[in-house]
């Protein structure tokens, strides 16, 4: 997987956990607690809590350590989120091949670019997601520059659990309609919340039928579909939006050279192949 392999200092995700600092303070005092244990008794002997006194100067030698050397912290964060990542693309990996159809070949899927392409490019997102919304202009380039790339839209409204459903039910809807591409633009282009409410507005300025837009958002079929993404997105263990698969490569988050690193992606693709997709 390519993913790891990306320039961190660009990265931009939606929901994607913050530095971990607390959990590398953590393990430090882990440890320095066992390494007192170790020193106060012998290794085969049972382990017993460190004394409050004892533990207050273990607190204060680690404390002081840290200041004087922040940079551990750093190291620390890099080093769980290297083996995070390690863990994460080993899973994905094992969970493209086996829900190769449902990313790669639903013929009911929402779809950009070329139908027929050759590579297929699968985007997760939330039209709540400002990163989402600043990656769409570099999707539309993808598409633009490369007639032969298929573009699949997977709705996964985790951001906001009150607005970004009712947004992903009406755009799914608007497919009955062929506006599908026309409500996400103005959905990724739409500023503040996108809601049910924003959803059908920009819905109704487009000429679409409301009334059968309305009865098709409440539909058995859109409900699957949304259920189908979240679970895809679990198996897959999508932690944030925007997040990408080209053939088996991942690309997980917002970057500010998106469209260098997703047409980079594609051109792999056709060069190795992909079994699967």
Known sequence: MNSASESKSSLRRCG??????????????????AAA??????????????????????????????????EILMQAQQALEAKMEKEQAEKTKSALKDNANDLFKNPNAAIGGNPNGDVTIVEFFDYN??????SYDDIAKVIKDDPKVKFVFKE????????SPGAAKVALAA?????????????????????EATALAKAEALGL??????????SPEIKAELDKVM?????LGVGGTPFFLVGDH????????????????????????????
């Open 250 to 277: 991942v690309v997980a988050g917002g970057y500010e050279n998106l469209s260098e690193l997703l047409a980079g992606h594609v051109a792999d693709v056709r060069k190795s192949g992909c079994s699967y997709c």
């Open 16 to 33: 994607r956990p913050m530095a971990m600092f607390a959990a590398g303070t953590m393990a430090l005092l882990s440890l320095g607690f």
């Open 129 to 134: 997601c400002g990163y989402c919304r600043r």
């Open 231 to 235: 679970d895809l997105a679990k198996k």
């Open 37 to 70: 244990d170790a020193q106060e008794k012998p290794a085969e002997a049972p382990k017993v809590d460190v004394s409050a006194e004892r533990r207050a100067e273990i607190e204060q030698v680690i404390k002081d350590y840290l200041l004087a050397n922040p």
């Open 156 to 163: 996964l409204p985790i951001i906001n659990q009150e607005a």
């Open 209 to 218: 039928d409301m009334k059968k837009l309305k009865e098709d958002k409440e």
């Open 175 to 195: 497919r009955k309609q062929g506006k599908y591409l026309d409500v996400h633009q103005a959905l990724m282009k739409g500023q503040g919340i996108a809601s």
